[in-house]
């Protein structure tokens, strides 16, 4: 299908049908939020909506045993302790890690956290003989953290967790795994839906109220376990709003304080109206995942090359009023694990068309391919019209481009599954943000060991040394090593090119004047304790 942007970077000035939303509260501490995701993010512990679920429905509300330290902006987001205190490689076993327990926490519902609590909680990701097993859910987080083998209570205040391999980087993935109370499950019925309703954690912000796809209601946590993140904001109440236009238009009219991805054509009249624009970068990556095998003509690295120089990313970014910048690789340029690949890729049809030629293409056999888009999602920032400007880009060098285009959800599970299997619908290609938090970025998205459904290579691209780099750059705990390991693979990605690099968001808001003490971290997440209402 041609996909149209008719409106959709245009100024909210029309009228637009808003949700149900309810009077502000007399306390001036609420903080009101417009979400780019369809429905509301499921709030038992392993949020949906991919990285905004998290951002808002999981990290407020829950720790994880390791978690994300926001207070260095200026540069991208490090792990800290959480509900493990702190964690260390057995000396005797390399794939073998102890975890310390943080003593004398509560629960959201009063009950302690414990040893158990965290088997519990691995038992519901990890153990599907369990009764605590969260089938629909289990696969969000599995898919990320899919190295883990076993785990044990060692003793009240240790935990044991074994790889299935040497993975150097299993603590930044463990952020993943949220800890909900176990006793609150069991007073909910022993089921997940039910304790979604009611649910509990550790985090900063408890989860008071949730109305089912329309918002859910946060409250400040006054005894929360570190106290320099006790929240200033009595209350956050977060909304589902995938038109964009819909948000412009709740921002302006005072019914929310905050909105995610304002249109790029409405910042300067939001600016003109005194509200506040943040902009600011992040470890984001906009991309078509490619699909490497079957079928596909991205099968042929020369056709993945061409599409790669077949697209205007200066003219898309000034399209996008300055809100990204050109991507290369998974990495930008000037990072340095960018490495130095043979292919620095630019604006360039001839050199597209001549791939395309020496791939069997040309006037009278057009390169086909159909691409999976959204039409909102978290970091997808506004795909209708960056796919439409990409299509022109396409026809121009002989390239047929059609779009598969989805909700939100259904792309997330597609980019779980294997590109032969139902969810994937046949394309050959899915247009999905994913991030570079973590140093096994790269092996989750690239090595063979990753092939979706285990973990997120989904177009299964098959590249052997570079899958060695990555392996042998998570089995050493020298940084200097790793690093070098990551950027000669990093250059291998590159050259490959198992996916179209697009863009590098700047992950623009748009925020009334009132809202106060907000410092953008460079990560998917962000920390709403400091922020404060004016």
């Not at 502000?24 to 417009?34: D, E, S, T």
Request: hydrophobic share 40%; with cysteine; glycine share 6%.
């Amino acid at each position: 299908m041609t996909v149209s942007r008719r409106g959709l970077l245009a100024s909210a000035a029309g009228v637009a049908v808003l949700p149900a939303i309810p009077g502000h509260a007399a306390n001036p501490q609420v903080l009101r939020i417009g979400m780019t995701s369809s429905d509301l993010p499921t709030t038992h512990g392993i949020p949906n909506n991919g990285g905004e679920g998290f951002r808002f429905l999981g990290y407020p509300a829950y720790d994880s045993v390791v978690n994300w330290d926001f207070s260095h902006t200026d540069k991208v987001a490090d792990i800290a302790p959480g509900l493990f205190t702190a964690w260390r490689i057995d000396e005797a076993n390399p794939l073998r890690w102890i975890c310390d327990v943080r003593q004398g926490v509560k629960f959201h519902d009063g009950s302690d956290f414990t040893a158990d609590s965290v088997i519990f909680n691995f038992g519901r990701i990890f153990d599907d003989k369990s009764p605590q097993y969260d089938a629909p859910a289990a696969p969000i987080v599995r898919a990320t953290v899919s190295m883990i083998d076993s785990y044990a209570k060692i003793d009240a205040r240790t935990i044991a967790i074994t790889t299935k391999y040497p993975f150097s980087f299993l603590p930044y993935l463990l952020t993943r795994i949220l800890i909900v109370s176990p006793a609150q499950w069991a007073a909910t019925g022993k089921n997940w839906a039910s304790f979604a309703k009611n649910p509990a954690g550790t985090g900063p912000f408890k989860i008071t109220k949730v109305v089912l796809g329309q918002y859910a209601e946060m409250s400040r946590n006054a005894e929360y376990w570190d106290t320099a993140r006790i929240p200033k904001l009595d209350k956050m109440i977060v909304y589902p709003m995938p038109e964009a236009t819909t948000r412009v238009a709740a921002l302006r009219s005072g019914q929310v304080d905050w909105i995610e991805v304002p249109p790029p054509d409405s910042i300067p009249s939001l600016q003109a109206a005194g509200l506040q624009i943040s902009l600011w970068p992040y470890p984001h990556t906009y991309p078509y995942a490619l699909n490497c095998e079957g079928g596909s003509p991205f099968r042929d690295e020369r056709v993945r090359q061409a599409i790669n120089y077949a697209i205007d990313r200066p003219g898309m970014c000034a399209m996008l009023n300055g809100t990204a910048k050109p991507a290369a690789g998974l990495y930008p340029p000037e990072d340095p694990l960018f490495g130095s690949p043979k292919n620095r890729y630019s604006y360039d049809p001839a050199k597209a068309k001549a791939l395309l030629k020496d791939a069997g293409y040309g006037p009278d056999k057009p390169m086909r391919a159909k691409i999976m888009i959204s039409t909102s999602g978290s970091g997808q920032m506004v795909p209708i019209p960056m796919n439409e400007f990409m299509q022109e880009n396409f026809k121009a060098v002989g390239m047929d481009i059609d779009f598969d285009v989805v909700e939100w959800g259904t792309m997330l599970v597609a980019v779980r599954s294997d590109p032969k299997s139902p969810p994937s619908h046949g394309d050959d290609g899915i247009n999905i943000s994913l991030s570079f938090t973590d140093p096994s970025s790269m092996f989750r998205y690239y090595s063979k060991d990753s092939y979706s459904p285990v973990n997120y290579n989904w177009g299964h691209w098959d590249n052997q040394p570079a899958t060695d780099l990555l392996k042998q750059a998570q089995a050493t705990f020298d940084k200097n090593q790793q690093d070098k390991l990551l950027a000669e693979a990093h250059a291998m990605v590159v050259d490959g090119a198992p996916w179209l690099f697009i863009v590098h968001d700047l992950n623009p808001r748009a925020m009334s004047k009132k809202v106060t003490g907000f410092k953008p971290a460079q990560s998917w997440y962000q920390d709403f304790t400091q922020i404060g209402m004016a």
